[in-house]
């Protein structure tokens, strides 16, 4: 062959190297949002990265909040597993940090972190290492329709302590409503009831007590008393026919269909039940309202207490640079402002607060803000495995095939087990 | 005469084995040896057997599944499984299945198949609608129930509106879930065994039938003394085939209840892929495959030691 | 078989009880599959009041919508490819593992047998687990292959067993005078065996064929990545996303049975023969 030929081979060769390594990273994001509304600014948030970072691709990826439960462990072990993993922080962090599928991106998110209130970000630091980003918080309460209770003349304002919420469900049966609407079939919406009252009834100090093993661990006086005052409520029948077979979206769309009176949920189920309502219109601003989980007298915890969560983003193992940077994009002022005004979420970076335009949303920062004790979700902190176990033994007394004191020993038992 | 082809590759004391090596080899019976057997063992033992040996030794830890199995607990997953509520009703969920296998669904298989082994115009129609719940994929037929049975838009729940009351959430329901699962179970695999019985009823030998007739047998005797003892062999493969496939059900109880509600409806299998899979305790898991394996093992050869003896 | 009868014009009481039970078992057959092919043409408000007629009004979205949809065509696709690779590879190494133990008399070959017969004894769940782990430990997570070799593994006991008893009962005159001819196993395999065994082909392959469209667990524990979910997978995720939009989901599954109750009506007799010999020959 001539030079000539041969220098037009390598020259060829070079630019057809050089065109595959400028090729298109794809950064692979999974998310459980069900509210198509926010989805469709992430999509807006990912286009505009991709169109300031020309080579990146963002792929989105949907799972339901309870199948993305049940798939991710083996999710995170396959190779092509995504690279940004949503998550409730707690002890499944601690336990996927363990197991080194994740990222440490300390080093890459140095300077950028400061931006993020303190607390929330210590939900994803382990030992110092960074391994995720916060995006939301979100607080546990009840969300009532204001027409329902109305009819029943019962005022949502008055109830303060649990037995003002059990004479509240008896009113509404009374009136031939539906009380209270749960997402059964999922198990951890079921949770909240048992872990708020424990919030309630020990406080800081028996959750931390329980983790150290001691008063008889999570056999203890505090949470056998959150099973027997949850009992009380379920044998007052308050939930919609077929309880167990609903799916948390199902009860969401329930409630959004004004067909429920009340629902123990999520905050971001104020703006979640729009979307999910059969007529996607659900329950305007004016007929929402919202009360904090009543006080059991002579509980330990206090009344500021929050059960709820500091949700985020995690980077797993081997992920490419551009899901940090991505990230760090994601989770900025502006786009959090911006999620912040269509009340989507309560925002974690400083100074996004000032988005939060509706009484309702700035009412639950409010909540958050004066917290002394924020609990994570239980089923999330406890850990991988103990937490569905928590899940189950609720679902259980729910169902009536278990009693208060089986479901202690149950979660005494898996926590003994360990993760 | 012994045959050519019969010739063993060791050496007897017909032939020199140097003779039938290299005849072995000349014929390609080596070649053959060498060549077809290896693939299948390999995937076999790397894939089914190896499996089971490991599931066995996972079950001796308490591993998440990542790297590899360091915390040595012993027997003690074994012990968590026998501890666990959940484990029990999914092991009496499995004798329910059993149970209505046998009691309803091949009785209703064996009728149905007296009928439909004669020929009149439409029995091949009537076979084909049967055996179709059969063939079609058991996340399907769980699918297909599941909106059957719900509480709002179902089959069932529309019957309870034309009287104007409000319709039970079937599968919502700890008392009445796994009743609502064993009629799906019913519903699909009755067929299967009608056509195992058509088979046989086909097959049989009628002049058993014509000598018992001339004899002044009437029609219930001959089917309790011809019919029924002939059809010993076949009834005793379908009881098999019932067992083995109750204690394998999963496809079909996923989509309907996922289990629940409050793990009223698992099966084992069901149990195990929600306790070692979703939650990646292998361990634990482990111990389960383990259990389920040995019940089904035990129960293989019970049976065909006690049952099948002529087989 | 019938008795002479006397001529009485009057029906049988027995055939209008056998009528009447044959109605009742075919009616419990087919209306819950009736009503989900009905369904998809309902709308969602339509369906709650008239859940067993014929739609008022049909609606040809749901259906039209899900046929134009990329997703359904690609879960049939990945549907095709495992299970066209599965029954491929099953056959291959099946026939040629039967051939061997039909023809080739070796020390230990009972012994293998029983091994093989071992496979039969209990179902891929049990060993689920350790299966996932090697499946990743060999790199096969999230890849046809890792659906793929376990299920072709763990159908060769049935189908090994049931392609050498054919095997065996092929007449041995043909393989004696192939051998005299000079003939080797090899070529006798590949030019005598295979075209006569057409029939139990067609049955182990069947057999198998079904098994894999069909199957759930195995491709839902070795496969995250919803690109490469086979239909049954993908069923599961449609109604996760869509949970009470009953009209969308009836639709989806009617479309995807359809392939099989299509099929099943083309080749019912072999189906039929396929799914029960494998029962009572194995």
Redesign the interface.
């Given at each position: 062959m001539g030079l000539l030929k041969r220098l037009l081979l390598v020259a060829t060769g070079l630019i057809l190297a050089v065109g595959a390594a400028a090729a298109d990273t794809t950064v692979k994001w999974l998310h459980i949002e069900a509210n198509p509304a926010q989805v469709k600014i992430w999509e807006e948030v990912a286009r505009a990265y991709e169109a300031a970072h020309p080579g990146v691709r963002i792929e989105m990826q949907f799972l339901e909040n309870e199948a993305y439960k049940a798939k991710l462990p083996t999710i995170l072990q396959s190779k092509d597993r995504p690279h940004i993993i949503y998550s409730w922080a707690g002890g499944v962090l601690k336990a996927q940090i363990e197991a080194g599928v994740l990222e440490d991106i300390t080093d890459q998110v140095k300077g950028y972190s400061d931006t993020i209130t303190p607390a929330a970000l210590a939900a994803f630091t382990q030992n110092g290492r960074v391994y995720g980003l916060p995006i939301a918080l979100s607080q546990v309460g009840f969300l009532y329709n204001k027409e329902l209770v109305a009819k029943a003349n019962v005022d949502p304002a008055k109830i303060k302590t649990w037995d003002d919420l059990l004479a509240a469900v008896k009113a509404l049966k009374a009136a031939g409503l539906t009380p209270i609407v749960v997402g059964g079939a999922d198990k951890w919406p079921l949770h909240f009831y048992w872990t708020h009252l424990a919030v309630r009834i020990g406080g800081r100090a028996a959750f931390d007590a329980a983790l150290r093993g001691e008063n008889g661990g999570f056999e203890g006086e505090t949470f056998q008393k959150s099973g027997e005052l949850f009992k009380q409520l379920v044998d007052l029948q308050p939930f919609q026919n077929g309880f167990l077979g609903f799916k948390n979206p199902q009860a969401v769309g329930y409630f959004g269909d004004g067909k429920a009176a009340m629902t123990l949920a999520i905050s971001t189920v104020y703006h979640l039940q729009r979307a999910l309502a059969a007529d996607k219109v659900g329950l305007g601003e004016d007929k929402i309202g919202w009360f904090d989980f009543p006080v059991v007298p002579g509980g330990k915890g206090e009344p500021t207490d929050t059960l709820g969560g500091i949700t985020g983003w995690l980077i797993t193992k081997g992920a490419p640079k551009e899901a940090t940077d991505f990230l760090e994009f994601f989770i900025s002022k502006d786009v959090q402002t911006k999620l912040a005004t269509g009340n989507f979420l309560i925002p974690v970076v400083k100074g996004a607060e000032v988005g939060l335009n509706n009484a309702f949303m700035k009412q639950i920062a409010d909540n958050l803000a004066k917290s002394n004790y924020h609990q994570n979700f239980y089923d999330q902190s406890l850990g991988p495995s103990v937490g569905r176990v928590v899940n189950d033994v609720t679902a259980e007394i729910a169902g009536g095939s278990m009693t208060p004191q089986q479901a202690a020993t149950a979660i005494q038992a898996a926590w003994k087990q360990g993760n | 005469m012994r045959g050519y082809s019969d010739a063993p590759l060791l050496a007897t004391a017909e032939s020199s084995p140097w003779l039938l090596a290299r005849r072995s080899i000349s014929d390609g019976r080596f070649a053959v040896l060498v060549l077809f057997l290896p693939p299948a063992l390999l995937l076999f033992t790397l894939f089914v057997v190896l499996p089971i040996g490991e599931a066995a030794w996972y079950s001796g830890f308490n591993w998440n599944g990542f790297g590899r199995p360091t915390a040595w607990i012993g027997l003690d997953n074994y012990r968590f499984v026998l501890e666990t509520h959940a484990f029990w009703l999914a092991l009496r969920n499995n004798g329910l299945i059993i149970a209505v296998s046998l009691l309803i669904q091949l009785p209703l298989a064996l009728t149905l198949a007296l009928i439909l082994a004669e020929r009149f115009r439409g029995v091949v129609a009537l076979r084909m609608l049967f055996f179709l719940p059969y063939i079609l994929a058991e996340i399907a037929t769980g699918l297909i129930f599941s909106f059957v049975y719900d509480g709002d838009y179902g089959l069932v729940a529309s019957i309870w509106h034309w009287f104007g009351a409000e319709a039970p959430h079937l599968l919502a329901n700890t008392q009445t879930a796994m009743v609502a699962v064993l009629i799906v179970i019913v519903w699909k695999y009755f067929g299967f065994h009608m056509m195992l019985y058509i088979a046989a009823l086909q097959g049989m030998d009628r002049s058993l039938i014509e000598a018992a007739r001339i004899d002044g047998a009437t029609r219930p005797q001959l089917l309790r003394y011809v019919v029924i003892p002939t059809l010993y062999p076949t009834i005793r493969l379908s009881v098999f085939f019932s067992i083995v496939g109750s204690l394998q059900l999963f496809d079909l109880v996923m989509p309907l209840t996922r289990g629940g509600p409050a793990d009223s409806s698992n099966t084992l299998v069901t149990f195990l892929y929600n306790n070692g899979i979703s939650r990646m305790r292998v361990g634990y898991g482990s111990a389960i495959g383990v259990i389920l394996f040995v019940i089904c093992v035990t129960f293989a050869f019970t049976y065909k030691r006690w049952f099948m003896r002529d087989e | 078989?019938n008795d002479v009868e006397t001529s009485r014009p009057q029906l049988d009481p027995a055939v209008l009880y056998?009528a009447l039970?044959?109605a009742v078992?075919?009616t419990?057959?087919?209306?819950?599959?009736l009503?989900?092919v009905l369904?998809g043409f309902k709308s969602?408000g339509e369906?709650?009041?008239n859940?067993?007629g014929l739609p008022h009004r049909w609606e040809w979205s749901n259906y039209a919508d899900i046929l134009f949809s990329g997703r359904y065509w690609q879960l049939l696709r990945n549907s095709l490819i495992i299970s066209t690779l599965t029954v491929t590879l099953t056959l291959i190494?099946?026939s040629?593992?039967a051939?061997?133990f039909a023809?080739?008399?070796?020390?230990g070959s009972s012994m293998?047998l029983s091994?093989?017969t071992?496979?039969?004894?209990?179902?891929a769940?049990?060993?689920?687990?350790?299966?996932?782990?090697?499946v990743?430990d060999l790199?096969l997570?999230?890849s046809y292959f890792g659906v793929v070799?376990?299920q072709?593994?763990?159908s060769?006991?049935m189908s090994?067993l049931l392609l050498r008893r054919f095997f065996k009962d092929l007449p041995?005159e043909l393989?004696?005078a192939a051998?005299?001819d000079g003939c080797?196993?090899?070529?006798f395999?590949r030019y005598v065996t295979l075209p006569l065994s057409r029939p139990i082909l067609a049955t182990v392959g069947t057999i198998t064929f079904?098994n894999s469209?069909?199957s759930?667990?195995l491709p839902l524990?070795m496969l995250?990545?919803?690109d490469l979910y086979p239909w049954?997978l993908g069923?599961?995720?449609y109604?996760?996303?869509y949970?009470?939009e009953?009209s969308l989901?009836?639709a989806f599954?009617t479309l995807?049975?359809l392939p099989?109750?299509i099929l099943?009506i083309f080749a019912?007799k072999h189906?039929?023969a396929g799914?029960?010999a494998g029962?009572?020959k194995g």
């Open positions: - | - | 078989m056998k039970f044959l078992v075919a419990f057959v087919l209306v819950p599959l009503a989900t369904g969602l369906l709650r009041v859940p067993f190494v099946a040629m593992a051939f061997t023809h080739v008399t070796f020390f293998l091994y093989l071992l496979g039969l004894l209990f179902p769940a049990t060993a689920v687990l350790p299966l996932f782990i090697k990743r790199g997570l999230d070799l376990p072709v593994a763990f060769l006991a090994i041995h393989l004696e051998l005299v080797t196993y090899i070529n395999f079904v469209w069909n759930y667990l524990v995250n990545t919803d049954p069923i599961m995720v109604q996760g996303e949970s009470s009953w989901i009836l599954i995807t049975i099989t109750i099943f019912q189906i039929v799914l029960t029962a009572v």
